[in-house]
């Protein structure tokens, strides 16, 4: 399958600070990504679906001031958690399909666990 | 109601069993599903996909009911590596998931 990698796999970071969290199709280009968190014995909730070259569109709940979006090629989405605090803490995942196909199976990253002390 | 819905186990099963398990979904207009499977502290991966006359790989086997709006996932012979999360997503363009359903095969 396509290889989509995300970076860092891990963080730690202080109330207050900001995250960023890249992730990359390395084979493939993706016109859409989505990034998705997930908490401990939960389901993967969907932040946002992030398109090339335009804004992302945000599910509801969640704040476009805090999680910064940007899909500034067709390579690379990154998402940044701003002034974090221990309740962001999670397990934040992206994925990416190929082209503009809408029925195809997306590809994961390796996912961020994102702890804020 | 949730747009996809999951029994969450867990299903604890021997070696060799065979397990079963569903996954409702609320749009009725949704064409396109997935099994993905979750490990522990780990990202989704694709298990199958599930088309409409029902599919099988290797020991898995997907159904879809479009009529009462759910899928299945069915696993013969099962292995001790078979244990994980196993993720239902239903595809309306952007991918809805299930909670989960854990599966844990002992020995």
């Known amino acids: 399958g396509a290889v989509v990698s995300q970076h860092p796999s891990r963080v730690i970071c202080k109330s207050g600070t900001s995250v960023k969290i890249e992730c990359r199709s390395l084979?493939?280009?993706?016109?859409?990504m989505f990034w998705y968190r997930q908490f401990p014995k939960q389901s993967l909730m969907l932040m946002a679906t992030s398109n090339e070259g335009s804004k992302a569109t945000y599910e509801q709940g969640v704040e476009k001031d805090k999680f910064l979006i940007n899909h500034a090629s067709l390579t690379l989405s990154t998402l940044t958690v701003t002034s974090a605090h221990p309740e962001d803490s999670s397990f934040y995942i992206c994925?990416?399909?190929?082209?503009?196909?809408?029925?195809?199976?997306?590809?994961f990253g390796q996912g961020t666990r994102l702890t804020v002390v | 109601r949730k747009e996809v819905e999951q029994d969450p186990g867990p299903f604890n099963v021997p070696e060799g069993a065979t397990v079963a398990f569903n996954c409702t979904y609320s749009n009725s207009a949704s064409q396109s599903f997935f099994w993905y499977r979750q490990d522990c502290r780990k990202e989704p991966k694709l298990l199958m996909s599930v088309y409409s006359s029902g599919n099988e790989d290797g020991r898995f086997t997907a159904q879809l009911n479009r009529a009462s709006q759910y899928i299945s996932l069915l696993i013969r012979d099962s292995k001790l590596s078979d244990s994980a999360t196993y993720l239902c997503v239903v595809n309306d363009y952007k991918l809805s998931f299930g909670a989960g359903t854990t599966v844990t095969v002992r020995a």
């Open positions: 084979d493939f280009q993706a016109t859409t």
């Open positions: 994925s990416a399909r190929h082209g503009q196909q809408g029925w195809t199976e997306a590809f």
